[in-house]
């Protein structure tokens, strides 16, 4: 999505999950101004309006329907709807600003990948991960399989991806869609960093019981042990 100066969202209501990572310029509302390098986190239920004073550049993921009051006439957001809406818990703030570089760096057990685990679904009805994947040059991501939909977008660099016997080329923004149940190895010759969202864990097919890729660890709870969770409420803290 891409404001331009001075563009308003306007008054609306997440109905679901919504992720916006700022490549450039910002947007401000009523708690406060989430810009570049940051990912913005908004709640099911959370009502705001947004405002961009510079030219903004955002990528992210919505997982739910986005209501606008019906004295908006824009259709912003993708799947939005025009009702009347109230804000049911106006004590939540609307968002969770996240700085991707001051999330803690993690090893893995694949030689030249590092991860951030930058949100994992507190407060939310799904057990799902938001990670930042880093590799190095001519590092070579195994195959494993997927139980849920994975997406990810490229962040820089470049990316070869092997699923089905079929290869796939990569570079920087560029959006990824790998279905549920597919096989796939990605490596990258000169390195690269992506943003990852993923519906459920991965099994590495060489049989090992290692950490899984996308930070479905059990320091951060075991999806398979815990199921879903429920939320103690949707604020941002």
């Not at 563009?7 to 450039?24: I, K, M, N, P």
């Not at 949100?119 to 139980?147: C, E, F, W």
Request: no cysteine; proline share 5%.
């Amino acid at each position: 999505m891409s404001f331009d100066t001075l563009a308003r969202t306007g008054v609306h209501q997440h109905l679901g999950t919504a992720f916006s990572y700022f490549l450039s310029g910002a947007l401000t509302d009523f708690q406060g101004t989430t810009g570049a390098g940051e990912l913005g986190v908004n709640f099911a239920g959370s009502t705001h309006d947004a405002i961009a004073y510079l030219p903004t550049l955002t990528v992210g993921r919505m997982e739910g329907p986005v209501a606008y009051g019906p004295d908006v006439t824009h259709s912003l957001h993708a799947g939005n709807r025009h009702s009347d809406f109230e804000n049911e818990f106006p004590e939540h703030l609307p968002d969770l600003s996240i700085r991707l570089d001051a999330v803690q760096v993690s090893a893995t057990r694949v030689a030249g990948l590092t991860r951030r685990l930058v949100y994992d679904y507190a407060n939310t009805l799904h057990v799902r991960r938001m990670t930042q994947l880093m590799l190095l040059p001519g590092t070579k991501i195994p195959a494993h399989r997927l139980s849920a939909l994975v997406d990810a977008f490229v962040l820089a660099g470049d990316l070869s991806f092997v699923a089905h016997d079929a290869v796939s080329t990569v570079k920087a923004g560029d959006f990824v869609v790998m279905e549920p149940g597919t096989q796939v190895t990605f490596s990258s010759r000169y390195g690269a960093s992506l943003l990852v969202w993923a519906d459920g864990p991965s099994m590495w097919e060489d049989g090992l019981v290692s950490p899984e890729l996308y930070g479905f660890t059990s320091a951060h709870g075991d999806p398979l042990r815990f199921g879903n969770r429920a939320p103690a409420d949707i604020s941002a803290t």
